[in-house]
């Protein structure tokens, strides 16, 4: 949805289009973008007032918010709506006057919009072995919420660790990870053992993606992440009868295609499709792009 918003602002608008961080973390996408005239920004202060500015799939801080309608732009909100839920499920909890204990990787575009949303009430829990130093106010009245791009083991693994410690923990209504991240975890999961590698298309700032790879290799599992097939080393393949190729959530299909076409060139491989969950799922266009249609 991301994606197909910033390709709809590229053909409805006046140019220049700004992006606050990646689009999402891709770096084929991103450069993809870049080339087409798009400018990805870190800061409100580089956008001139007035211009387009596109919020990513990570979400966005209200504090990045307010300074956008303060400079008068025209932001478009992005954000993937597995994120939104996570930060409405945010603001309900810390109006209640709960302590939240996200959990989640510090300094991920995720997490820091999260956070924005209730600093005085949130705290960031990383590991299990740190639920034990944890104090929080008033023991019953605790919530836990998630980053939407976790390892579900390691998700988990804290999960549990933080009901053992307050066993009266709110958890959130739904599994706050993403369905698209559950169910490649559940394939590389799945499919592993019959793999003597494991190549995850996807970019080493793609949380999602890294943790494809930690699961091929807590299996035994060779697993490289790599952005395209100019990565992929012919030395990886030597001796090897089969490759277990996946990809992250934002990776393009047109870059597994050519992936799996430099395996075929090189080494003749035969390509056996596996389908471990059907995804139907779609979400709508933010508001401000519904009704644009790009022309073929």
């Keep these: 949805m991301a994606i197909e918003s910033l390709d709809l ?3 409805a608008l006046e140019p220049p289009i700004y992006v606050y961080h990646e ?3 891709n770096k084929y996408v991103v450069e993809h973008f870049r080339n087409r005239g798009v400018k990805f920004i870190d800061g409100l202060e580089e956008v001139p ?3 387009v500015l596109l919020f990513s799939a990570h979400g966005v801080s209200p504090e990045i918010r307010r300074i956008a309608r303060e400079r008068n732009l025209r932001a478009i909100d992005a954000t993937c709506p597995l994120v939104t839920k996570v930060h409405l499920e945010a603001i309900k909890y810390a109006s209640a006057g709960y302590t939240i204990l996200l959990i989640g990787h510090e300094g991920h575009d995720e997490v820091i919009g999260t956070l924005g949303e209730a600093p005085e009430a949130i705290v960031l829990v990383e590991t299990a072995e740190e639920v ?3 104090a929080v106010a008033d023991e019953r009245k605790v919530a836990y919420l998630t980053q939407t791009t976790l ?3 390691d998700a988990n693994r804290i999960i549990r660790r933080l009901k053992e410690c307050f066993p009266h923990i709110t958890a959130p209504p739904k599994d706050d990870i993403c369905y698209a991240t559950q169910n490649r975890q559940e394939a590389i999961s799945q499919l592993a053992n019959e793999a003597d590698v494991a190549i995850v298309l996807g970019s080493q700032n793609s949380s999602n993606s890294q943790r494809l790879a930690e699961l091929a290799r807590e299996r035994g599992v060779r697993a490289y ?3 395209g097939p100019a990565d992929l080393r012919p030395e990886w393949f030597e001796g090897v009868g089969t490759v277990l190729v996946t990809a992250g959530a934002s990776a393009p299909e047109a870059v597994v295609e050519e992936c799996l076409d430099w395996l075929r060139e090189r080494f003749g491989a035969t390509i056996e ?3 471990i969950r059907e995804e139907s799922v779609s ?3 933010p508001r401000e792009l519904r009704g644009v249609t790009l022309m073929d």
């Design 132 to 134: 034990g130093l944890l």
């Design 23 to 25: 689009i999402v973390h």
């Design 9 to 11: 602002a590229l053909a």
């Design 151 to 153: 390892s579900v083991d």
């Design 49 to 51: 007032p007035g211009s």
């Design 225 to 227: 992440l790599v952005d």
């Design 273 to 275: 499709p596996r389908s």
């Design 283 to 285: 979400f709508p266009l």
